[in-house]
């Protein structure tokens, strides 16, 4: 999994390429983690993301707490596939999920 | 009369006879796919086919020539058969179209100008004429396998023979190389074919000999071999593919190679990549996230296997494990069951000494 | 990446040559400072005068008087402390201090045991020493009363002259003084003594000695005292006089103010002075003590070079046999060395020394010869025919002995005129077979290359033998320790020149002595004596060759002195004067190094300028003769003068004529000048040639002017005489101005044809006059102002220029790439072939092979091509260079079939099954794809190995090839230089290299497939 960061003056966008699954999960928590002080919102890009597991599903979402307080997390790009995965968790309420153009 | 005739061939080495006693005939408009498990000699059988290994004993006879009799000019009636290797061996110093025209020029005394023509043509039909001029190191596996094909072609032989062609390709470029057979086949072009594409076997051939036991241990039409084999091994082999098993025997789990095994099961039997990414999950959270932590090493091992079923287009993953009875569907974490249960068509957990969790996909 | 890799092979070019140029720049920079540096001491910088030593660190004798006296005369210097003159002179020669102050005996005696403490002439004070006594004590006053007295008696009697004599005398058996049988009737006193001062009062041989014991022991027996003596340092002596143990004290004692505070002096019983020491290196010229003389014994235990492969080795074991050894290959290395400080001496032949000393005068010798040595030629043994030349030989050396052919070559190889130094060996006839000899070309004046040729003592002897009895004549050129193999292997008859050594005679028959020398030991010229001036015995014996490739040489502007300069010189450098006196003043001055003149004209400078002096070298002779003008038919003017000439030449007129004016009675000197006669003849001569033409108390005078006036009066005509310019001569005369020309006008063809010569009325010889000193410190001051270029430019003018000696460079290269291009072809094709032998696949081929590989591989180049060349075809007349190329052939084929074979092996094999399946036949599989594919892997590793060979040819001097390191070796034997033969010797080197690697890049460029794929698309 690779993830691509750029940080526009406090808007942190955050590119996921891959598998996001148990082994990979961590890094992406890591990634966030190190750019949680100095940004204001946060935006997920999954176009390229073809699988989510439930340790993914974690991290967004725990990222998505601490974004509350801030200027929240956005979560772009989903693929229909992953938009299952969110709609039959029930994860697309709670979070600001938008699909694939 | 046919073309190949194979009479009590036997391979041995040092160490193993993987050709123990092989009799067949091969005739024109054969196309014939060579399975089985890998050890069993299949690419030993196509290369005595034209001598690149010399068979201890036995005779092969091609278009009425017995090429084993020293006698024999063995150049001569290689010419008449093409062979396509897993590893491409396309000639590195010479242009991919001069790789094509090169044997035609040489040994079939075809002028310059022809074999140019021909082999572009050629090369459209596979569809890489615009890299005529290009060198092999400057093209993907796939595009060098479609010029082998091209290249084996331009001989204008009478069988080509395929050693394991896709074995060596990125699944995405699998495709590409079996488009061009297919249609050879459909040209009536007379092919043996040792594969492990199983539906393409399937699809492909006229008749398919599963080999075993140092020989072909049983052979008939498509249908014969995939839906009702008949002999024990031939079952089992069968069985084999159409169902994947996999046993976790440590708490570190390889976990990306299972993951990939699932996916190149997946592939294998065509499945949607819904369904994959379905079994993917259900090995995730379930035996990964859930059943290996809770029964730890009591519960080793954790035996998986899924079925793919073409009738109904349905898969099936089975958990067993042992240890004490944990039900990951209702003791296990929330979020990880409900992604199941909701994915899933059904999911069941049963225990009977053994724990067992069975979750159907639709 | 194909465009970058010439711009990046230009860039290396580029950087190598200045990384060349900087070291270059930094070696030559170190020789200019070092010259510099000795320069400073070795005239301009020395000390002469104590106040020099002021600043510089002193040392001081703890407690001794010298210590005030130091600090006063010394206030601007440094001060260390030390309790002997032992440790003081120690410490000087240790650099530690500059300067001590000493009692003149004391230094004296140092200085003759140590040579390297000198001191300055002048005394600083003078000083004298004194007894010195308890002060304010009955028994010790009265002891000084009478030493005082016994004093007075000495010296009054001679006796103490006799004493001092004695004690600073060389007689050592003498310097005892007898301590015992003391009557002691009137007591015992105690006396405090020095024991290191020698030589008043010391220990020798564990006893008290010296001029202060031997006087107090006069003293206690005149006076019946029993001495009881005790030792200590200075302040201690002196101290201890006011203590009760101690009565007087006997040493070398000054009298200072302070000291009289408290002991009573005796009178002096020395009159001294005290001295400043210093290094005797330090002082100038007139200062410096009497050196002794070096002696061999002198370098044992230093470090001593060996020349490999002579009989100089045992000798050295011999006579050095504390010492270090290096080991070299040849005269000039050994030169090198000397003179880097890697050695201190090497031995050599006497000969050979002589000619490396004269080219290169910081190489000299101890004259002393070690041994005297026969040089013979060696012959094989047990072999009838080699019995029977050597016979012949011994006969043509019998004779050449006999009727001074011997003397004559003596004269000209151990001569100083470089232009005899010649072998002419195009005239020689095999008519009774062609013999080979080998010879060692690095060794003058034995034999040597000049000019391209070969040359030499020997070289002469041998061709002068050849022609006698008819025989051709090829040379081999080997190191010093390949003669005797190369002897014994067949491919020659006989060596040049050998010591003659037992152990040699047991494996070789030598003929009888050719030349005689002995070992002599080569040292650096400025370890002898009076080694910073050369004495003039030592310029008058330098060679004209000297002045005219390093200085400016003077000569007459038309004269023929210019043309035979240049002839001999084509690149001397000539500055033209109108006349001889013009040339002297400007050899004085510095302006020119060397002039040529004629030898009565060489002795009058002399006389008149003392810093000029003449070599040894005759330049030429000149025969004289008087012009006329030209007539056509019958000259009668001309047969006229032969006529007298024959006459007073066969009376004894002639002989007094030249004894008169070649003599020293002024008074004789006049000539009477008839002015009439039947017919006058106008009489033009250049006045400045004494003493054939001059002007002597206002009229004509000299040799000449007596001649031609004698002449006129044996006529009957009468003379007019005209004074003009040497070069107007000539012309004065052929123009039709004058009957006759005279002024020492050498007799040449050329000028025949303007004028009629007489019959040569005086032979004399040409000599070249200059400075009686070394012309390299005008020199070098020259070389430090323009500096590197300057010094570079002459560098290669000597290593290239003279000589020609870029021809042999050119040769040189050429033999090294024909070597190479072959071996790189042959081997190529054996290597493939050793390839195609393996691919057969059977055992026997491929074990075969890898033996062949392996024995090869594991054998080094020298060794190999020693074996071919003197043992494989050892006796066969194949040449040299064709074994050089079989041995590299082998060598690099066995190399290069492993590169291929590795190549080959890291092809996939299914390139093979491909083509197999295809239809191709093995042979085709490999010709058409394998091979192609496993060239384009090998080929930069192949590039390497050419590379490698190209390097490894160097070898080849082993085996008398003349390739390019050889010939840079025979320049470097001549010109003495290390730097300049080998940094060019690499540089061609790597330019060769390039230029290969840029063939076979292009090579293998154009064997691309690649290319052909460009071509086509061109094409389509």
């Known amino acids: ?101 | 009369m046919s073309m190949i005739k194979i009479e009590h061939l036997r391979k041995e080495y040092p160490n193993v006879t993987p050709l123990q006693d092989v009799c067949a005939e091969v005739n024109k408009g054969d196309v014939i796919s060579i399975i089985g498990p890998s050890g069993t000699g299949k690419s030993t059988l196509l290369r005595c086919l034209n001598q690149l290994e010399t068979p201890t004993s036995g005779t092969v006879t091609v278009d009425g020539e017995v090429i084993t009799d020293p006698k024999c000019d063995i150049s001569k009636v290689r010419r008449k058969m093409g062979m396509v290797f897993q590893s491409f061996n396309l000639f590195a110093n010479l242009s991919i179209i001069d790789n094509v025209t090169a044997a035609p020029v040489t040994l079939l005394k075809v002028p310059k100008e022809q074999a140019y023509r021909e082999g572009m043509e050629l090369l459209r039909r596979v569809g890489l004429a615009e890299k005529a001029d290009n060198f092999p190191d400057e093209l993907s596996g796939g595009q060098k396998q479609r010029v082998a094909i091209a290249r084996a072609i331009a001989m204008k032989p009478e069988i080509l023979l395929f050693d394991e062609p896709t074995s060596a390709l990125d699944p995405t470029m699998v495709g590409e190389v079996l488009s061009v057979i297919r249609s050879l086949a459909k040209e009536g072009m007379t092919m043996m074919i040792v594969t492990h594409e199983m539906k393409f076997a399937r699809d492909v051939s006229t008749r398919v000999f599963y080999m075993d036991e140092g020989g072909i241990y049983e052979e008939g039409s498509p249908s014969e071999i995939f839906e009702s084999p008949k002999k024990e091994k031939t079952r089992i082999f069968i069985k084999r593919l159409k169902q994947l098993q996999l046993k976790i025997t440590s708490a570190d789990v390889d976990f990306v190679s299972f993951v990939s095994q699932i996916e190149d099961f997946g592939r294998r039997n065509l499945l949607s990549p819904r369904a994959i990414r379905n079994m993917q999950l259900c090995f995730e959270e379930l035996a990964v996230q859930n059943i290996l932590p809770a029964v730890g090493d009591e519960g080793l091992p954790v035996d998986i296997t899924a079925e793919y079923s073409e009738q109904d287009g349905t898969a099936v993953m089975t958990i067993a494990y042992g240890g004490r009875k944990y039900d990951p569907l209702t003791e296990g974490d929330e979020l990880s069951a409900m992604m199941i249960k909701k994915l899933a068509n059904s999911a069941e957990f049963s225990f009977d000494k053994t724990n067992c969790v069975t979750v159907r996909f639709g | 990446m194909k465009k970058n890799t010439a711009k990046t092979d230009f860039i290396i070019i580029a950087v190598m040559i200045l990384i060349a140029a900087g070291i270059a720049f930094a070696v030559i920079r170190g020789r200019t400072e070092d010259k510099k540096a000795k320069d400073l001491s070795a005239g301009t910088g020395k000390y002469t005068t104590a106040e020099d030593y002021n600043g510089r660190t002193m040392g001081i004798l703890t407690g001794s008087s010298f210590e005030p006296f130091t600090l006063e005369h010394f206030p601007d210097s440094e001060y260390s402390y030390y309790n002997n003159f032992s440790d003081l002179g120690e410490a000087l020669t240790q650099k530690k201090i500059d300067g001590f102050l000493c009692d003149e005996p004391i230094i004296k005696l140092m200085s003759k045991d140590t040579p390297e403490v000198g001191y300055i002439k002048e005394p600083m004070a003078a000083d004298d020493y004194c007894f010195g006594f308890k002060k304010n004590n009955e028994k010790t006053d009265l002891l000084l009363e009478q030493f005082n007295e016994m004093l007075a008696e000495l010296w009054s009697d001679g006796t103490m002259d006799e004493i001092n004599e004695k004690w600073f005398g060389s007689d050592e058996s003498s310097q005892v003084v007898d301590l015992t049988g003391f009557s002691g009737e009137n007591g015992t006193i105690n006396v405090a003594t020095v024991s290191t001062s020698m030589p008043i009062s010391y220990l020798k041989d564990g006893e008290y000695a010296g001029i202060a014991i031997e006087l107090l022991e006069r003293f206690c027996r005149k006076y019946g005292y029993t001495p009881t003596i005790s030792d200590m340092d200075t302040q201690s002596a002196i101290t201890a006089m006011a203590s009760e143990k101690y009565d007087m004290c006997a040493i070398p004692l000054s009298v200072t103010e302070e000291r009289k505070e408290s002991i009573n002096f005796s009178d002096p019983f020395y009159h001294g002075g005290i001295m400043l020491a210093v290094r005797a290196d330090e002082l100038a010229e007139s200062e410096a003590p009497v050196s002794r003389t070096v002696k061999y014994t002198d370098y044992n235990g230093k470090t001593i070079g060996i020349l490999s492969g002579t009989n100089m080795e045992g000798a050295s074991f011999e006579y050095f046999p504390d010492s270090e050894y290096l080991y070299y290959d040849d005269y000039s290395a050994l030169n090198i060395a000397l003179m880097n400080g890697k050695i201190d001496a090497f031995l050599g032949d006497e000969p050979a020394l002589k000619s490396i000393h004269s080219a290169e005068p910081r190489v000299d010798y101890i004259k002393e010869r070690l041994t005297n040595n026969k040089y013979s030629f060696a012959f094989r043994k047990d072999d009838p025919d080699e019995a029977e030349l050597c016979r012949q030989f011994d006969e043509f050396l019998a004779k050449a002995n006999a009727d001074g052919t011997i003397a004559e070559i003596d004269s000209i190889w151990f001569g100083n005129d470089d232009s005899k130094k010649l072998v002419d060996m195009s005239d020689l006839e095999s008519t009774n077979g062609t013999i080979h000899v080998v010879t060692t070309s690095t060794d003058e004046p034995f034999s040597y290359i000049k000019d391209g040729k070969n040359v030499g003592y020997d070289i002469d002897v041998v061709v002068r033998f050849c022609r006698e009895y008819g025989y051709g004549l090829e040379l081999g050129d080997v190191d010093f320790p390949a003669r005797i193999p190369a002897l014994e292997s067949g491919k020659y008859e006989f060596t040049t020149s050998m010591n003659v050594t037992p152990e040699r005679e047991e494996e070789v028959m030598f003929s009888d002595p050719v030349s005689e020398g002995g070992i002599v030991v080569a040292v650096r010229a400025e370890d002898l004596e009076d080694a910073s001036s050369e004495s003039s015995d030592d310029i008058r014996s330098r060679p004209f060759s000297y002045y005219a490739e390093n200085g400016k040489v003077g000569a007459i502007t038309g004269g023929l002195y210019e043309v035979e300069i240049l002839k001999r010189f084509p690149d001397a450098d000539v500055l033209q004067y109108n006349a001889q006196p013009d040339l002297a003043i400007a050899l004085s001055e510095g302006k020119i190094d060397a002039f040529t003149c004629p030898v009565s004209s060489a002795e009058d400078f002399m006389k008149a300028d003392s810093t000029l002096t003449y070599l040894n070298e005759t330049f030429m002779d000149i025969p004289y003769g008087i012009a006329f003008q030209k007539a056509e038919g019958k000259n009668e003017l001309r047969d006229q003068m032969n006529e007298y000439l024959a006459k007073i030449k066969a009376d004894d007129t002639y002989d007094e004529m030249v004894d008169i004016w070649f003599g020293n009675d002024e008074s004789k000197k006049t000539v009477e000048i008839p002015t009439e006669g039947s017919r006058v003849l106008r009489y033009i001569t250049a006045s400045t040639m004494q003493p054939y033409s001059y002007i002597k108390d206002g009229t004509n005078a000299g040799l000449e002017v007596a001649i031609v006036a004698g002449f006129c009066e044996e006529y009957g005509y009468g003379l007019t005489i005209d004074n003009g310019e040497f070069g107007s001569l000539i012309a004065g005369v052929s123009g039709g101005t004058y009957d006759i020309a005279s002024g020492t006008i050498m007799i040449t063809e050329e000028r025949a044809q303007s004028v009629d010569f007489s019959d040569v009325y005086y032979t004399t010889k040409a000599v070249v006059m200059v400075r009686n000193e070394d012309i390299s410190s005008a020199e070098e001051d020259k070389e430090s102002e323009t500096g590197f270029f300057a010094e570079l430019k002459d560098s290669f003018n000597k290593n290239f220029i003279r000589e020609s000696r870029w021809k042999l460079i050119a040769e040189g290269i050429g033999t090294t790439c024909l070597i190479t291009a072959l071996s790189m072809i042959f081997g190529s094709v054996l290597a493939f072939l050793v390839c195609m032998f393996r691919r057969t696949g059977s055992r026997l081929a491929n074990g075969i092979s890898n033996i062949f590989v392996k024995l090869l591989q594991g054998t080094p180049m020298v060794v190999l091509l020693m074996i071919l060349y003197y043992v494989v075809f050892g006796r066969s007349g194949i040449s040299a260079v064709w074994v050089a190329v079989i041995g590299f052939t082998l060598n690099f084929g066995a190399y290069t079939s492993e590169i291929m074979r590795s190549g080959i092996d890291s092809i996939d094999g299914g390139q093979r099954e491909a083509a197999l399946a295809l239809g191709y036949s093995e042979n085709q599989a490999f010709f058409r794809f394998i091979f192609p594919q496993a060239a384009a892997r090998f080929l930069p590793v192949y590039r390497g190995e050419v590379i490698s060979l190209l390097k490894s040819t160097s070898i080849v001097g082993y085996i008398a090839i003349q390739d390019l390191t050889k010939m840079s070796d025979i320049i470097r034997s001549r010109t003495y230089e290390a730097f300049f033969p080998l940094i060019v010797t690499a540089v061609i080197y790597f330019l060769l290299a390039w230029v290969l690697s840029l063939i076979l890049k292009a090579v293998s460029r154009m064997t691309d497939p690649r290319r052909k794929k460009a071509h086509r698309k061109e094409a389509a």
Not at chain 1, 39 to 55: F, P, Q, R, W
Not at chain 1, 83 to 95: C, H, N, P, Q, R
């Open chain 1, 1 to 101: 999994m690779d993830i691509r960061k750029t940080n526009n003056g406090g808007k942190l966008a955050v590119a996921v390429i891959g598998r996001v699954d148990t082994s990979t999960a961590p890094q992406l928590e890591e990634q966030l983690k190190a750019d949680y002080d100095s940004c204001g919102s946060v935006t997920i890009d999954l176009s390229e993301v073809s699988y989510i597991s439930s340790a993914g599903l974690r991290v967004l979402l725990s990222a998505h707490k601490v974004m509350m307080k801030k200027g929240g997390l956005s979560i772009i790009g989903a693929k229909p596939e992953l938009m299952e995965i969110f709609e039959v968790t029930g994860f697309s309420d709670i979070l600001d999920i938008s699909g694939a153009e």
